[in-house]
């Protein structure tokens, strides 16, 4: 039994030493860059040879024959031949690492026309499937070096004081812009409407301007949306919004009339407000005359008022106000309780 098995083990051997590896079903081609790495790796297995004699070769193979020389056949049982100049390790070794950096060259190359950026039709995106109209590089591209957003700046809104019914005429301007990795502008839409515009360069800008009618004491909001190819945006706002004015200053009576109120002298002049807080200081009047503090009853009464450091009681009138622009509303009219010629260093309503 165990001379079968001694012969059963040298046949194997025999055999193993003899058999011809068959050449690699996936031997490269040119769009499969996978077997170029198959083939390097086959490279690499054939660094170290062990000694054999010859035998009917069945496709191109390199041996490293029993007389320490290395031979080479072109297969189909052809003769084997001396391998030029392949007497030593060191020249074959060479002549297989020369066949490495052919394999890993053609496998890079194929590796980088694979991933070689492209257009991109849709913004590609991390997930399960991939996207079907762009290369490997465009999508890293994108989604590592994404394209920048455009620039949008609106101007032209304003603060207004409250005005009788109707509407007036204001004009907007408006600006658009490409960063350094801005792609096309799309579309400029100002105040809800398309706007024409000469597509600006990366890093320049367009500007327009767009007329509107605003309804008097409505405030509005109007937008600048701008678009590009690829469909990131970027919104500036510019609003109108209007106000009642708080007046503090010099009138001639302790009755004063709208126009005296719209005319105080020597204080503010009124003022834009939505409170009635306020410091500051008057200057000397022309002749002796009350101070007047009136703004819109709907902020509320006042709790201190104080002049010179001097908390000071003033008489309370509430009555209908009509300002310059002809809004008419309900106003708090404070008056001091006598008239004074000297000035006002200082002044606090709280």
Not at 150 to 174: C, D, F, I, K, M
Request: one cysteine or more; a neutral charge.
């Amino acid at each position: 039994m165990k001379k079968i098995i001694i012969v059963f083990l040298c046949l194997i051997c025999y055999l193993g030493l003899n058999a011809q590896v068959q050449q690699p079903s996936n031997f490269a081609t040119t769009n499969a860059p996978n077997s170029w790495l198959i083939n390097r790796a086959s490279l690499d297995s054939f660094f170290s040879f062990v000694e054999r004699d010859s035998f009917p070769a069945k496709y191109p193979t390199i041996i490293k024959h029993l007389d320490h020389n290395f031979y080479y056949s072109n297969g189909n049982g052809g003769v084997w031949k001396l391998l030029n100049g392949g007497t030593t390790d060191s020249t074959i070794y060479a002549t297989i690492w020369n066949a490495r950096r052919i394999a890993d060259s053609a496998a890079a190359a194929q590796r980088d026309s694979i991933i070689t950026a492209g257009t991109i039709s849709s913004i590609p995106t991390v997930g399960y499937v991939a996207p079907s109209n762009t290369s490997a590089g465009a999508w890293i591209q994108n989604v590592f070096y994404q394209s920048q957003p455009p620039t949008s700046s609106l101007g032209g809104g304003t603060s207004l004081e409250l005005h009788s019914a109707g509407t007036v005429s204001e004009t907007l301007n408006w600006g658009a812009g490409r960063q350094a990795a801005t792609a096309t502008l799309a579309s400029i839409v100002v105040g809800g409407i398309s706007q024409s515009f000469s597509q600006p360069s990366q890093g320049g800008t367009v500007t327009g301007t767009q007329s509107i009618t605003l309804t008097y004491n409505t405030n509005t909001t109007y937008y600048n949306v701008v678009t590009t190819t690829d469909s990131k945006s970027a919104t500036s706002s510019t609003s109108f919004v209007f106000y009642p004015k708080l007046y503090i200053g010099f009138v001639p009576s302790n009755s004063p009339s709208d126009a005296d109120i719209i005319g105080v002298t020597n204080g503010n002049g009124g003022v834009f407000a939505t409170n009635f807080i306020a410091s500051g200081s008057l200057s000397t009047p022309s002749a002796s005359k009350y101070i007047c503090i009136a703004y819109p009853a709907s902020f509320g009464a006042v709790n201190n008022i104080v002049i010179n450091g001097l908390s000071v009681t003033f008489n309370l009138t509430t009555r209908t106000f009509v300002n310059a622009s002809g809004y008419s509303q309900s106003y708090n009219i404070y008056l001091s309780p006598n008239p004074t010629s000297g000035s006002v260093s200082s002044y606090s309503v709280n």
